[in-house]
């Protein structure tokens, strides 16, 4: 999970001081000449953002690109960043990633003067002396994403770092400035990401999503984040309590679930949702979804005067994708599927997956493919089934975030039922409190087999077609689905239809799956002909199913094989 390459962060056991950061005369070392970039650290399950200062050699391609780069000996300053506006979830998330680098950071000052190591962990760290707690020993922090720092970042930073930094920081800042004009956010330098001077030669992501227009109608709807701790928090399901947070373990308990006041009933109208916080776990299915009965009255721009309905308010896919999340659907290798393109590379601009049919994907998803027209450079970024973003949300990230010149989109041509089965066992070894890198990749393709009945689907009523009018239902408290998929034929403005696309998640409900297929919210866009399956199981109660689960887990055939490769994985069959 890196920008190009397998970038490692390989700290020793014993004494070695921190080469980059206390120098042989046992003195932190000098911040001349360095630049300060926004980097993604990463432990294998949890991601945060982290503020890296060293020299401008130190995030060349080159140099981040060597099996022998090892971010703990170059760079000269770290702080783990949390944004204002971070999400409940992710906040969790880079906790957890504090608590590793604290660790690091204790191994390589052990032998410092107190008084420096003492000044490395009040300026890297937000927790002071977090403890280690929650397995996290022989956990490894490895880049996964790396780029500039962008104006909210710069503001926020500016406010929290030793005055010794700022001027780094200030130099370092953003080249395209972010100026709101009547509620639109307007980029005034919009060169390609691989052009900027400052980054061209980066190889991440980052920044936060913005949503033009989604003030008023936020008003209308909120989430609420999962709670802090090594256990996340609790999923409601029809009998027992089910955690299925890929960051921790999950549990079942014999406590009825909040779930059974949650009633079937068809929405009023459009519900629009702050999409700026979306989670990229179902902790928010316990999350309240506000049911507005006049949406008009919470959307400036009144009621569609074809009388059709409330208009939706503008919608940026780019913003149901964090920059964790959007790191970890990044391939590992492109170039091949680069190379063997059948859908034309087009401009790439926000609006720009308009202009394709991606409906040939929409049974087995496929890559977002982006390049530089000056370079080699190309990333794919997966979409659709078996996993949960759609096409056009992926393709704005990317945009959003990357700013690459051209892009384009390949179908998943093969191997859709193996990524089905491993995906599902990636969720479900997590839900056990277990590591997927830990296992084999036959190892977890078991796991995913083992969860009973899952190839029948049920006939309780949960499963839900739509021939002529789509719109998103609030499913009863007894159809908590195992798994579900979502797929639907979709009317563009210009009156063509579309096959939007198939998305898939483990351990779900109706609604919850929903606000990930973003048709509903576009503009002009009409969803018809709608197929929501919830596959249920079928013999068996949820702890039957879990005991299943963790006998497969740990006394599968595969249970004793050598864990996967770590990088390869992480960087293209994530969830």
Known sequence: MKGFSSARSDYFTGYVAVAAIVGPDGAKTSLEGCVANMVVLSDGKNAAQVLAIAPPSEFEKAALQSDSYDWVERWRRV???????????????????????ARILKQHTAH??????????????????????????????????????????????????????????????????????????????????WLTP???????????????????????????GSQDGCSSARVSGPEY????????GAIYTDTPSDAATHSPTPLDATIYHDATRYHSTLSDVTTPIVLVKNASECVSSGVDKSGAGPI????????????????????????????????????????????????DCSDGGGWVVCTDDRSSISECYSFGYPYRFDFPTVWEAVVHRLK?????????EENTGYRKFFQRGWVLTESIGEDPLRSSEEHIHDVGLAYPGLGFYGQSGCSQKYQDHCEPRISGADCYCPEATFEAYVTT???????WGKINHVNTYAEDLLRYYTAFKRRGYKVTQCDFQCRRLQTKSFDDALRDIKFEFYHGPHATEPPMNRSRYLDSLFL
């Not at 990044?330 to 063997?340: H, L, N, Q, V």
């Not at 403005?493 to 096959?499: A, D, E, L, V």
């Open 112 to 193: 410092a003067d107190p008084s420096v190591a003492e000044s490395v962990f009040e300026e890297a760290l937000v927790k002071k002396r977090v403890p280690d707690k929650c397995g996290d020993g022989d956990v490894k922090l490895e880049i996964a994403d790396v780029n500039a720092l962008d104006a909210d970042e710069l503001e926020h930073l500016l406010a929290q770092v030793p005055n010794e930094w700022k001027p780094i920081i200030k130099a370092s800042g953003p080249k395209n400035y972010v100026v709101e004009v009547e509620g639109q956010y307007i980029h005034e330098d919009t060169r390609s990401w």
């Open 312 to 359: 939706k308010p503008p919608f940026d896919g780019a913003s149901m994708i964090s920059a964790q999340q959007l790191a970890l659907l990044k391939e590992g290798s492109c170039s091949e599927t680069f190379a063997d393109l059948k859908a034309p590379l087009i401009e790439a601009t926000m609006n720009g997956w308009e202009q394709l049919d991606w409906s």
């Open 493 to 499: 403005p210009s009156g063509k239809s579309i096959r």
């Open 241 to 248: 309590t089910y955690n299925p947070t890929p960051s921790d």
């Open 198 to 224: 400052a980054f061209a030669k980066g190889v991440g992501v980052f920044g936060l999503g913005v949503v033009s227009g989604v003030g008023l109608a936020a008003l209308c709807s909120y989430l609420n």
């Open 79 to 101: 702080r783990i960043y949390h944004a204002p506006d971070e999400s409940q979830e992710f906040a969790k998330a880079s906790r957890r990633v504090e608590r590793v680098l």
């Open 404 to 412: 690459p010149s051209k892009c384009s989109f390949r179908c998943f």
